[in-house]
């Protein structure tokens, strides 16, 4: 028999991140426990900041019955003479019954003990008290707490327990609280908990009480809200998916409202405005024309049909979060951009402190300038990266960590910084992501670069190298970052003789271990079949730049049609030349040829060895084009003759054309 199942779990406000990090687990986990008990349906999974809400339209009132099987000793061991031994009595207390039930049956071949037996499926009612805490306990937010006299712990206090099949109250106590036949509305609505008839009943109450059940119908609700209030001023809402998430998560009964703030407050850089907003506030900029103005939109929980006092009260909260901004501005400007103190600040053990780390950033930059002859002005890189950490000591970067480097930029500019030395130091994180912006000029990017590089190299030479998904300095992103600068920019990098060249500021360091580090990152930064990476890796390129273009150039191809036959053609020539020296230099001499085929694939290969190409892509279908001239010479010309120098001749010949795209890629890598 199947009936509607509802089961409501009341809790204090639940904080919206850590509910939102797990929030992809709860339904998963749910399922996995009723499965366990043999009760896994259909069901739906809904969440307020107030309550955890499991929905089954029909829900099993039972287990299936089911039968168990048991399978004993052979009857050679379970019997001797006739009489059973210690292995049968054993089984048959195993089973619960005597020896006389038991049967015999064949498995593997021998005769075993064996025992049936009929299990009736349990009641859910039976069941539900256990599956429920076994849910509970399995969710995982983080830091949870304890409350009261309680000695069990969760993400907040739970409040009230729901939990009814159809119009019956199943009976549990969980967290130390009982179930009820009751729910909680919006708070506005109603304070104490208000009597629920039934599971359908459920939903009707808690609409006519305020509370929006369904995130998704919360979240059509704002958005809504925020297309109407666009059309109505003019403004453009600037919608964060992250914190729209979250205000899904803290409301139930939402309601999207325009506020404003003092214009005097713009003198302030817009990130800090933003960041004050969305931190603290949760609420969200308005911009016209592009342009941040002195608007705001908050997403209300209130019920009511006047929102004025609301939206008021938070005018009134966000003026002292923006006047605090103003003032850290103010006090940094008379400050100006300083490095005094950095000394004081330790960067790593063993790697000094943050004044250090800058001297090291400075020596790797003008190496890197140098190496890439940048049409700028090296005094501009080297003050960039003076001032690029000095905005660690403001007021403002103090309060608002994620705004470093970015207000650096700022108080440069304020201080009469020129636009490069500005920018530079307000892009020297960039990227910071896998969608983030790139550093916009030549100099920012070297800068960005010289930064990322200390990290990685200064950690390295302590020792502090990634392990398995620990991360803490972000290490791997770093190397992301680099490879998107590398090729953006075109920056020749060889991870090889470029790094021996950085590390000599460096006690220690496995440039070995380096390596592996990096080409590890490059196998998973490029979203290609694993199996090109790993052929243009085994050619020997060590240039990030180079092994970026060459794997978009064996792409292309092993994606175009009729790769499978080059590739069964190019498998044939690396099979030839598998025992030969492919360092040494391949010598052919033409006068030796005696059949047509190879005085064509030897002509057709001197042409296309011959000209420069405008890129790898061009190069290698040149020589992936020299298949026909392969082919003909397969067939026609036999490589292993007795004559030894005809034979080393012809294997030379084949030799040169497989060295020529080893330079790219080691074909014979490449599964299709």
């Known amino acids: ?59 099993k009132t039972s287990q299936e019955d089911s039968v168990e099987e048991f399978f004993g000793a052979p009857l050679a061991v379970a019997y001797k003479d006739g009489e059973p031994t210690p292995a049968a009595k054993g089984f048959a207390r195993k089973c619960g019954v005597t020896l006389e039930e038991l049967s ?143 205000v899904v998560a803290i409301t139930e009964n939402p309601t999207a409202l325009l506020g404003s703030f003092d214009e005097a407050f ?35 929980n209130a019920l009511t049909d006047d929102f004025t006092e609301v939206i008021a009260g938070n005018e009134v909260v966000l003026r002292p979060r923006l006047a605090d901004g103003l003032f850290f501005w103010d006090n940094d400007l008379k400050r100006g951009l300083s490095t005094e103190g950095l000394e004081k600040i330790t960067f790593f053990k063993g790697l000094g402190s943050v004044t250090d780390k800058i001297e090291r950033e400075e020596k790797i930059a003008s190496k890197l300038f140098d190496k890439y002859a940048l049409d700028a002005n090296k005094d501009d890189l080297t003050r960039a990266v003076k001032l690029a950490k000095a905005d660690l000591m403001s007021e403002m970067v103090y309060e608002f960590t994620e705004l470093q480097g970015l207000m650096g930029g700022y108080y440069a500019i304020e201080q009469g910084e020129n636009e490069m030395v500005s920018t530079a130091i307000s892009e020297q994180y960039l990227p910071d992501g896998e969608d983030s912006e790139l550093p916009s000029t030549p100099l920012s990017a070297v800068l960005a670069m010289s930064i990322k590089l200390d990290t990685l190299l200064g950690l390295f030479s302590v020792n502090q190298i990634p392990t398995g998904s620990r991360d803490p300095f972000a290490l791997r992103r770093a190397v992301n970052g680099i490879l998107r600068i590398v090729n953006e920019y075109g920056f020749s990098f060889d991870i090889i003789e470029t790094m021996k060249e950085l590390s000599t500021e460096y006690e220690t360091m496995d440039l070995e271990k380096l390596e592996s580090f990096i080409l590890e990152r490059v196998k998973r930064y490029y979203k290609v079949n694993p199996s090109i990476i790993a052929a243009v890796l085994a050619s020997g390129e060590r240039d990030l730049l180079a092994l970026g273009k060459k794997i978009e150039a064996l792409n292309n191809l092993v994606n175009s049609e009729g790769f499978s036959e080059v590739s069964a053609t190019f498998n044939r020539v690396a099979n030839i030349v598998k025992d030969l020296d492919l360092n040494a230099e391949m010598s052919v001499n033409a006068e030796l040829f005696e059949e047509e085929a190879e005085k064509a694939l030897y002509k057709r290969y001197s042409a296309v060895n011959s000209v420069k190409y405008e890129s790898y892509e061009e190069e290698l279908d040149a020589l992936l084009g020299l298949k026909p001239e392969l082919d003909t010479f397969f067939t026609n010309v036999m490589v292993n003759v007795d004559d030894k120098s005809i034979k080393n001749n012809r294997k030379s010949l084949v030799a040169s054309v497989y060295k020529s795209i080893l330079n790219i890629a080691d074909i014979k890598e490449v599964s299709v």
């Open 1 to 59: 028999m199947l009936k509607p199942l509802l089961i409501e779990i009341g809790v204090e406000e639940l904080p919206a991140v850590p509910l939102l990090k797990e929030l992809k687990n709860i339904e998963i986990k749910y399922a996995k426990i009723l499965e366990e008990y043999a009760l896994l349906g259909e069901f739906e999974f809904y969440y307020t900041p107030r309550r955890l809400v499991l929905w089954h339209r029909e829900f």
């Open 266 to 300: 713009l003198r302030l850089p817009p990130e800090v405005i933003v960041t004050s907003m969305k931190e603290h506030q949760r609420y969200f900029p308005v911009f016209k024309d592009g342009k941040l103005i002195n608007k705001f939109v908050v997403v209300s």
């Open 104 to 246: 015999t049956a064949n498995k593997g071949g021998k005769e075993v003990l064996y025992y049936k037996k009929d299990v009736k499926g349990k009641a859910s009612v039976e069941l539900l008290p256990e599956i429920i805490e076994k849910w509970i306990k399995s969710l995982e937010f983080g830091k949870t707490m304890r409350w009261g006299s309680a000695s069990e712990k969760f993400i907040r206090p739970i409040r009230w327990v729901n939990v009814m099949m159809e119009d019956e109250l199943i009976p549990l106590t969980l967290f130390g609280v009982a179930s009820h036949k009751s729910t909680f509305l919006h708070r506005i609505a109603k304070f104490g908990a208000l009597d629920v008839s039934g599971a359908k009943e459920y939903f009707e109450v808690l609409k006519e009480g305020g509370v929006t059940l369904f995130p998704q119908v919360r979240a059509e609700k704002i958005r809504a809200d925020f297309t109407k209030i666009e059309a109505d001023s003019g403004l453009t809402i600037e919608i964060d998916e992250d914190l729209f998430e979250e």
